[in-house]
Every structure is written in C-alpha cells, then in structure tokens.
C-alpha cells in the first residue's frame, strides 16, 4: 500500500530545511532591497549595481559544488552547519565593523554566497527521506522560499532607510540565529546513507550528457528567478521612479508569488511529468520575458507581468528538481551542487546583464531579450530529449514516478 506524502517522509527535516533554506535565501538575495540605497552612497553605475547584486549569485553557484561535495563527505546536517556558520561570521563582522568601499561591498557578496549554497544542502537533506513518486512535492515544499525573501524585499529598504543600510546586516542575524537553533535540534539526516564518492566519480557525473542538460535546464528556471529577485528593487526604482520602499514593497510581491507557487510546480510535475510541465513553463516565460523588454510604461501592467514571470521560473525550478532526482538519486548530492551552481550562474547572467544593458543603451531590452532567447532554446533541448528520457530511466519499467 502506498503511503501519502505526510506519512512518507521525516516532517520536521522537510520544514527544517524549508527554513534553513528560506532564511538563507533572504541573505543571499538581500544586496537587491539594498542596492538603491547603496548606489546612492557610492554613486554606482548602472553597471555596478548590477555587479554588485549579482555577485553573491555568482558566488553562491561556484559554492554550491563546494557544498555538494560536503554533503557527500559529511552528510547534508553538518555541511548545513558548517555553511550557516560561515554566512553568521561574515555578516557579524560586516555590521560590526562597517562597509566602508564598493570593494568591501563585493567582498560581502562573496561570503553570502555561503547562504545561496545552502540550496545544495537544503534539497538532499529533505530528498533523501522521500520515495521518488513525491520527489517533486518535497522538493517543491522546500524550495517555496516564501517568507524569507520577502520580507528582506519588504523591510530591508524600510530599516535602512530609518537607522542605515549597515545595520540591516546586524538585525539579520537575530533570526538567522533563531533559525539555525531550530536547524540543530530538529533536522535529521535519513537513515539510508550514500557512501561518500570519490573525486572520479564526481567527474564521471559530468560524463553524462543528462547532467549538463539538467544544468542548462536550471540555469534558466532558477536564474530567471533569482535573477529577476535580485533585480527587480532597482529596475523598478529606474523604470518607474519608485522609491526603495516601494520598489521593495513590488519585489515582495513578485517573490512572494513565484515562491509560493513552486511546490505546486513540483506537485503538477509529478502528477502530469516533468517533461509536460515544465515545456509549459517555458513557453510561457520566453513570451512574458520578451513583452516586458519592450519597456511596459504603465507601472501596474509592468508589475502583472513581473509576478507571471516569478511565478512560472518558480514552478519551473520545481518541475526541474522532480525529474532530477528520478535520473541521479544516488547522486543527488553532487547534482544538487552541480545544478544549483548552473542555476546561480544564470541568475549571475541575468542580473549583470541587465545592469550593463541599462548602462550601454539606456534601456534593459538586450538584456531581457537575451535571456528570453536562452529560455526558448532550452525549450528546443527539452523537446530533443524528451522520447529518450521517457523511453530509458523515466520509462514506468524503471520508476513509477510520471516524467
């Protein structure tokens, strides 16, 4: 007999890492809520602002291999800890000591990215405990990041601008603290533990060729959405002369939204397939991407279509992470590291780009029209797949889950 999701699992790790996960995603995306009133400190370019947002996204990618191999060698609770430890340090001694150049401001993006790598630790911690037919409502439930990032969008720009941006980094750390207490007690790894793999085998992963389309894949969903959350507070300030606040005020809403709708991503993958569900997404977020780069003037239309945007990358990062574990679940971790790190950098494309369109043409459309580009094109690479992924490893002869 077939056990229902709530029984199928370990419910206090699923919500654990659901926070632990949340919480960090709120670090590492917090230079977006800031950055208008950073650049006006610094008086940034267009082109720094969006280096500046971007570079914890960058950071947290190249971590996440990092994190991955850690999760293998010492299992997904420990390098959770180890990972929050690092991120609790380095923002203590921002808030403690002052930011003080651009310089230190990238520096700090590097060590958040310890926060964005908790993707690789979050996701096995939780997969590990479920059978892959709830694969994508598990990871869908940890992925939702709903509350966390937020509120950064909401009351980070409102904080700064009451008692300064530095100290934001200080008061973050009361329920990042919180959270991590409630990461050590309740959090568990699953009792059927992987050997730790060798280096060649990490290598032999990137041998097949599904790694890299799966890599392609979430560099897409996840980056289109980090991207978008990274960027959203200061295209709104630009394009529609909103304030930090209000700017941040439609971010929330955006994130909100798209994080909300990422277990039901995963929840619709793995009732009608991944494959089904996330050729939708695609579809539809190639289109809304290349109808906001023609420079929506009216502010309301600007924000309906940001929310869609957020919404479909969210159920498509759930889509993508209920195929993943059907084709690698003995190398979860590792391919957890090794998407999470390919979705990161295309979170790292987007919101850099889109800062240094805004600074050679005036406008954000190249930008934006080239990240629709990559969105189409992995559609087409989904579509040359799709008969053999369903005919091999997601046939029902090998797995009951829907591909």
């Known amino acids: 007999m077939k056990q229902g999701f709530w029984s199928a699992g370990h419910n206090a790790t699923l919500f654990s890492a659901l926070l632990y996960f949340d919480i960090s995603f709120m670090v590492w995306i917090m230079m977006g809520p800031l950055a208008i009133q950073i650049a006006s400190d610094f008086y940034l370019t267009p082109s720094q602002k969006g280096l500046m947002v971007a570079v914890p996204v960058l950071s947290g990618a190249i971590l996440r291999i990092f994190m991955g191999i850690l999760v293998d060698q010492l299992g997904p609770k420990m390098a959770g800890i180890v990972g929050q430890v690092i991120v609790i340090i380095s923002l203590f001694f921002a808030w403690s000591l002052g930011i003080q150049t651009f310089e230190h401001i990238l520096i700090l993006g590097i060590f958040l990215g310890f926060a964005g790598a908790s993707f690789a630790v979050a996701l096995p911690l939780a997969s590990r405990w479920y059978p892959p037919r709830h694969q994508g409502t598990a ?3 940890v992925g939702a990041v709903i509350l966390g990032p937020a509120l950064a969008s909401l009351f980070a720009p409102s904080i700064a601008l009451a008692y300064g941006w ?3 980094f200080g008061l ?3 329920p990042l603290t919180i959270v991590f207490l409630l990461y050590l007690y309740f959090a568990k790894d699953a009792p059927n533990i992987i050997a730790p793999k060798k280096l060649s085998e990490y290598i032999g992963v990137l041998r097949d060729e599904d790694a ?3 890599m392609f894949f979430y560099s897409v969903t996840f980056g289109g959405f980090v991207g978008l959350a990274s960027s959203l507070p200061v295209y709104f300030n630009d394009m529609y002369a909103l304030s930090p606040v209000h700017a941040g005020y439609f971010t929330a809403i955006c994130i909100f939204a798209g994080s909300l709708m990422r277990p039901f991503g995963g929840r619709l993958a793995d009732k009608q397939g991944g494959i089904r569900t996330l050729t939708v997404m695609y579809i539809l977020a190639g289109l809304f991407l290349a109808l906001l780069s023609i420079g929506v003037e009216n502010q309301f239309v600007g924000l309906v279509i940001s929310i869609i945007l957020m919404i479909v990358f969210g159920m498509g990062n759930g889509a ?6 059907q084709r690698f ?7 957890t590291g090794l998407v999470g790190m390919a979705g990161g950098v295309g979170g790292f494309y987007l919101s850099s780009s889109l800062g240094y369109s805004k600074e050679l043409t005036g406008h954000y459309s190249i930008g934006m029209l ?7 094109l992995a559609l087409f690479g989904l579509m040359a797949v799709k008969k053999r992924w369903r005919t091999t490893w997601g046939s029902a002869l090998v797995t009951s889950a829907k591909v």
């Open 166 to 168: 530095n100290n934001v």
């Open 329 to 335: 679940r003995k190398e979860i971790g590792i391919m």
């Open 370 to 376: 080239f990240f629709s580009g990559l969105v189409f």
């Open 172 to 174: 973050v750390l009361i």
């Open 212 to 214: 890299w389309w799966f």
């Open 139 to 141: 990871l869908g439930i």
């Open 320 to 325: 993508v992470f209920q195929l993943v574990p």
